[in-house]
């Protein structure tokens, strides 16, 4: 940014940046496990993915520190059906700006039960689909609403795999979703 002060405007040009100060911040991570199965086997696993928050779940957080919005609990893991999230996903344009796999045989997602706080990070309880179907799993997400197919709620976070996984009826899908808050470090 340049700014030019009217008495010096052709002698001297001053130039400002904005200055970053180390710790002038917290950051919000997430990570998630999977764990492919079949016939019993393991095939496949992946540790510590970090996801991408949505521009609603941010919101979603902010709103809830700062203007007493109503927390919402408890919430859900899905599995997604579209490849590379983005912050516009929301739970209102899933069916058409991206999918969840639902050929699972449960009948809803299920709960990311909260787990104990520990130096500033909570495990949730793994989750199990069994799927009902071939297809592709992309990835999971986190929203309020249980539902497979429901579009109403907020959608957390989404996680893109770092492969793809092709699925068969009786494969099973194992997912573990950590979320931690620490000092931004800059």
Not at 16 to 39: F, Q
Not at 50 to 63: A, D, F, Q, S, V
Not at 100 to 123: K, L, M, R
Not at 127 to 155: C, D, F, P, Q
């Amino acid at each position: 940014m340049i700014i030019r002060h009217p008495k010096f405007s052709d002698k001297a040009i001053i130039r400002t940046n904005r200055i970053v100060l180390p710790h002038d911040g917290i950051k919000i991570y997430s990570r998630w496990d999977l764990e492919h199965y079949r016939d019993g086997k393991l095939i496949y696993s992946e540790y510590q993915k970090p996801n991408l928050y949505t521009t609603e779940g941010i919101n979603y957080i902010l709103n809830t520190i700062f203007k007493n919005q109503t927390r919402l609990d408890p919430w859900y893991i899905g599995l997604n059906a579209t490849n590379n999230p983005a912050a516009g996903w929301t739970l209102a344009n899933k069916g058409t700006t991206w999918n969840a796999f639902t050929d699972v045989d449960e009948a809803t997602w299920a709960e990311a039960t909260d787990g104990n706080i520990s130096n500033g990070q909570i495990a949730m309880s793994q989750v199990t689909y069994n799927i009902s179907s071939s297809g592709t799993v992309y990835g999971a997400h986190i929203a309020s609403s249980s539902s497979k197919t429901g579009t109403s709620g907020t959608l957390l976070c989404a996680v893109n795999f770092s492969a793809s996984r092709s699925v068969e009826d009786g494969d099973q899908v194992l997912i573990t979703y950590t979320v931690g808050c620490s000092d931004d470090g800059a």
